[in-house]
């Protein structure tokens, strides 16, 4: 076993100044490693130990760590003295906000902001005006930020869920203390891939907004059936409520205009976060203009507020603005190479779980994927919390720490492939996973029952 000692002497020093010693309690998982540097597909933690990296900061470092271009783009834009003046607009936003919308067919605007979690509390404060409800739909398995509105139901114990619900809604599992019941009382958690759920909760509600992950991120790679997400599109024209996709995790990391580009279905309002930057903080609200014109209501009493010192700052704003012109080179060059990996390692753990016999799938969007230890890839989360072998998944995860290459310690979460990772990477943690499972096979541990965890990003 690794030892952390520079590591361990680091975190016990913050933690004088830091509740837990970690800023962002998701971050604390064990092994608790401190890392200093990160370069391509690359991390190094302060005891100088080299780690391939398929967590990527949660997902954002699509181009890889510190992409020298979208440094440079940094580095030019404060050279020239740009700076946050907090008064007008700046020409600089202008350009990213269009290159959004030139590329995004449903965008006809866009807002600016410095998170996921504000984006999407934006989206629904928008919803709830535009649509005049309050109700919110939700998905089991989901994760949309760690507000009031959607804090809730993401790795659910199924003993807390109770038996499958179809049609039918879910109680609202907070993932944190302090949500009000009354705010509780107006969001509605539903299975992902299940219409009938969605129609029930809008019969009975005045529903504003459903708002999903168009491929649910937070637990992996879990897909829309055929239809499904079509047929979230009917159901709110039918029952009148907006659809709102959260892309934080897809956009731009699957195509320019996320996975409902690619899926041909779309929706009113538009979330994007992590890779739009490729690591620098930033997050954009897009959609129709007739529901964006909201944030300019001539009437004050329908306006809806939108504001943040730091919203557009311009070292983010330069960041995207290079991270998308890196995305359109050579006609999406780039989406081609990190499919080319993606289909590399998912062939390649294919074979080695085909010729070990154990258990699992791959599930797999491009340069995101997850392996699943279960007979069939999940459909929802019921399905992947009752089928999953959330103990294999975890030991897989610490052994492959071990060996250098860094997948987040937790459960179901996300391996994400950059474009910095090349083809001998991928090799190589095909060997490593294949041996770390013929090992565990070895010992008898394929195959053992799951264990279930409550998580978020
Ligand atoms: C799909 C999704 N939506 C929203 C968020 C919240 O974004 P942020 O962490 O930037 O607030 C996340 C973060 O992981 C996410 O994965």
Redesign the pocket.
Known sequence: MRNYPRSAAILERNRRFIPGGVVSVNRAVTPEIVFVRGEGAWIWDAEGNRYLDYHAA??PHLLGHNDPYVNEAVRRTLEAGASLFGSGTTELEGRLAELICRHIDFVDSVQLL???????AEAIRLARAATGRDHIIVMQG?????HNDVACNLMTPLEALGPRRSPGEYPFVPISAGIPRAHQELVHPVNFNDLDSVTWVAERYPVACLIT?PIL??IGVVHPLPGYLAGLRELADRYGFLLVF?????GFRHALGGYAAIAGVRPDLV?Y??AVANGY?I?ILGGRRELMDYFVHPDPARRVLLAGTYNAHPVPVAAAIATIERLLEGDGEIYRRLESLGRSIEDGLNERIAGLGVPAVVARQGSAFCLYFMDHRPVDWHDLAANHDFRLDEALRRELIEQGIYVFPLATKQWSISAAHTPADIEATVEAVGGVLERQRGSGSVGAAGRRVEG??
Do not use: L, R
């Open positions: 949660f997902a410095n998170t996921g979690s504000e984006a999407t989901g994760y949309n930020g760690w992950e991120q937070n959260d892309e934080v995790k897809t979330v976060g992590k903080p997050a978020k990003d």
